[in-house]
């Protein structure tokens, strides 16, 4: 079994909203603050944001335009109190 590390890792979140004014990246890892983490636009539409987080596991979602949306390119997924689903990661 290979060892556990503590070190945090950069984690790269991407989604394609080319027709979004604003995108963040939300989750347990910044307290689910909605404004902590903007995303930067790409020139092909795709949002993009790099963070270092430690091992875990940790829910997410992406506030688009003020709505929350699930990261399409991640199939995990978990319900949450508000009815709806987060996705999620493991790292470590």
């Given at each position: 079994m290979a060892p556990i590390t503590s070190r945090r890792q950069s984690v790269k979140f991407e989604i394609?909203?080319?027709e979004?004014?604003?995108v963040f990246l939300s989750g347990d890892f910044n307290e689910w603050n909605g404004k902590k983490h903007p995303m930067k636009k790409n020139?092909?539409?795709t949002?993009?944001?790099t963070?270092?987080?430690g091992p875990g596991t940790y829910e997410y979602k992406?506030?688009?335009d003020g709505n929350w949306e699930n990261d399409p390119n991640n199939g995990n997924y978990s319900h949450n109190n508000f009815g709806t689903q987060n996705n999620?990661?493991?790292l470590g």
């Amino acid at each position: 079994m290979a060892p556990i590390t503590s070190r945090r890792q950069s984690v790269k979140f991407e989604i394609k909203a080319p027709e979004a004014e604003s995108v963040f990246l939300s989750g347990d890892f910044n307290e689910w603050n909605g404004k902590k983490h903007p995303m930067k636009k790409n020139g092909d539409g795709t949002w993009s944001k790099t963070i270092m987080i430690g091992p875990g596991t940790y829910e997410y979602k992406f506030l688009v335009d003020g709505n929350w949306e699930n990261d399409p390119n991640n199939g995990n997924y978990s319900h949450n109190n508000f009815g709806t689903q987060n996705n999620w990661i493991r790292l470590g």
